[in-house]
């Protein structure tokens, strides 16, 4: 079974009572649990994480390069501004998808940018949770078509 990381950037932890007619109801566990079965069906080892730590992440896509570990991440708020998480991510050895659950291009001028853009494989965003489920999709097509070295 192949392993992917699917990060999750600052604020998202409070998913559920955080701006609900943004974010949606939905809690953190809740997705967690979602993109667990959703890699279960696909046959992808799913492991969830999530931070407010921008340190933490970068770490956590050094260990997804290291390993050649495909990433679906949402890098939250870090998307608009965070060089260093872009750099970090420039490392990648497997698929990123970039994911969000709101539609960035359709809210706050800030949010239209992406530092992260340019070096993900490409950007599912504005389904609600459901963004995830077809950033998960993606990757095992991706892993389908070039499958792993033995
Ligand atoms: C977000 C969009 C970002 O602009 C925002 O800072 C987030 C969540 C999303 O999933 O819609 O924290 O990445």
């Given at each position: ?27 953190f ?19 969830v ?5 921008e ?9 997804a390069?290291?390993?050649r ?38 809210r706050e ?8 853009a340019?070096v993900?494989?490409g ?5 609600g949770?459901?963004?995830?489920v ?9 892993l ?7």
């Amino acid at each position: 079974m192949s392993h992917v990381l699917v990060l999750n950037g600052p604020n998202l932890g409070r998913l559920g009572s955080r701006e609900p007619d943004v974010y949606g109801s939905t809690t953190f566990e809740d997705l967690a649990v979602l993109c667990r079965d959703t890699g279960r069906r696909l046959g992808l080892d799913v492991d969830v994480r999530q931070t407010d730590d921008e340190a933490e992440l970068v770490r956590w896509v050094h260990e997804a390069a290291d390993a050649r570990m495909p990433i679906v991440l949402n890098p939250a708020a870090f998307t608009h501004y965070s060089y260093a998480l872009r750099d970090a991510l420039a490392q990648r050895t497997a698929p990123l998808i970039e994911v969000h659950i709101s539609n960035p291009a359709a809210r706050e001028e800030f949010r239209h940018n992406s530092v992260v853009a340019a070096v993900a494989t490409g950007t599912i965003a504005g389904f609600g949770m459901m963004s995830y489920v077809l950033a998960l999709q993606a990757v095992a097509e991706l892993l389908a078509e070039t499958p792993a070295p033995h």
